[in-house]
């Protein structure tokens, strides 16, 4: 059974440009949420997605978005790249968002996205 | 605001130690705390603990949460260099069950 699949690996941008990364769950699962992951700050909360809608966000500004496609694959755009955006970038999925209790989230590789 | 803070931020030890890493968590509506080890990139999930006093264990790693203390504790006995990553704690709550982690602990375990 396949993992969580994100892609690229690795990239690198200049400030100003805009990016998109993808992440695939696992085959099944329909809650993806995506993080950032700096030295400084830890894992913070960007967004999270079940059935193609956006059921969570974190506080980050608006150059921020993603959405979420029929097969359960979600994708982040970052417009307007600044320095501070550099960072791993991680995507979780998991079977269902449970209201009593919660499955555990299984993560992709990242993607280190570098802003010069 | 809801929060989580972990304690040490890194620690070294010796292999053959026994380390203790602590998570502290603010979380509204609390369901679960959750501990990740992090190696290289992707945190790969070690416990879920929901009920206060059960410990769970796994080998050498086991966890314990105290609810009344909205804390928990992961042990690791008899360290070995496998052990060094950086581990996570996430508080799980809120009105959408969402994870909050903390920004772990770094830990190095030298030969």
């Known amino acids: 059974k396949a993992g969580v699949t994100q892609t690229p690996r690795y990239l690198i941008k200049t400030r100003g440009q805009q990016v998109t990364l993808s992440c695939s769950p696992i085959?099944?699962?329909?809650?993806v949420s995506w993080y950032q992951q700096t030295p400084g700050q830890g894992l913070q909360f960007l967004f999270e997605?079940?059935?193609?809608?956006?059921?969570n966000k974190g506080n980050f500004p608006g150059r921020f978005s993603g959405r979420q496609f029929s097969n359960s694959r979600s994708e982040m755009n970052v417009s307007t790249l600044e320095l501070g955006d550099s960072a791993l970038y991680l995507c979780?999925?998991?079977?269902?968002?449970?209201?009593?209790?919660?499955?555990?989230?299984?993560f992709g590789q990242g993607t280190r996205l570098t802003v010069v | 605001e809801d929060k989580v803070v972990q304690s040490p931020l890194s620690l070294v030890v010796h292999e053959g130690d026994t380390v203790t890493l602590n998570c502290s968590y603010e979380?509204?509506?609390?369901?679960?705390l959750l501990w990740y080890k992090q190696e290289k990139k992707a945190p790969t999930f070690l416990f879920m603990l929901?009920?206060?006093?059960i410990e769970k264990k796994s080998g050498r790693l086991s966890s314990i949460l105290d609810k009344k203390e909205l804390s928990s504790i992961l042990n690791i006995t008899a360290t070995q260099t496998g052990d060094s990553a950086i581990y996570l704690c996430?508080?799980?709550?809120?009105?959408?069950?969402?994870?909050?982690f903390g920004a772990g602990t770094r830990l190095t375990v030298k030969p």
């Open positions: 979780a999925s998991s079977l269902w968002k449970s209201f009593v209790g919660n499955t555990e989230a299984f």
């Open positions: 085959s099944g699962h329909r809650s």
């Open positions: 997605y079940f059935s193609e809608t956006q059921r």
């Open positions: 979380v509204t509506n609390f369901r679960s």
């Open positions: 929901t009920s206060s006093g």
């Open positions: 996430a508080g799980c709550g809120g009105n959408n069950n969402d994870m909050r």
